[in-house]
């Protein structure tokens, strides 16, 4: 059987917390990795939260980041995140740098958090 875990890398992309306001994620470095997703994870949503989310990128790892060509994109999250729910967005640009970005519409919070998975890395074992 293959070893997975050494193959790819995972770091936090938004920490599990109550969001009640949009936010942008932890600056993901794809350097070292072919490819590279998010798993987002939804919890309780209170007064009718109306969140979205998307993936952003950038050269420069503090600054310019601009929303993903929808082409640049894999995967699709509802308009409005449901309570209790589970998403995967994959990211095929050329940018080093990417992010989740947490949209609000409308409402009082959601419980969220995210993951990113590095894949196709350049060097394995990844610790």
């Not at 990795?33 to 109306?50: E, L, R």
């Amino acid at each position: 059987m293959r070893d997975l875990v050494s193959n790819f890398g995972a770091v936090q992309a938004i920490a599990p917390a109550v969001q009640a306001a949009a936010a942008d994620g932890i600056t993901i470095d794809t350097l070292g990795y072919g490819s590279v997703g998010f798993v987002i994870n939804t919890g309780a949503i209170v007064g009718s939260g109306d969140f979205g989310i998307k993936v952003q990128e950038s050269d420069a790892s503090g600054s310019g980041f601009t929303d993903a060509a929808a082409s640049a994109v894999q995967g699709t999250v509802p308009a409005t995140l449901v309570a209790a729910s589970t998403y995967k967005l994959g990211y095929s640009g050329f940018k080093r740098y990417v992010r989740l970005s947490l949209t609000k519409a409308g409402g009082t919070s959601i419980a969220l958090g995210a993951v990113a998975v590095k894949g196709n890395a350049a060097s394995r074992p990844v610790a």
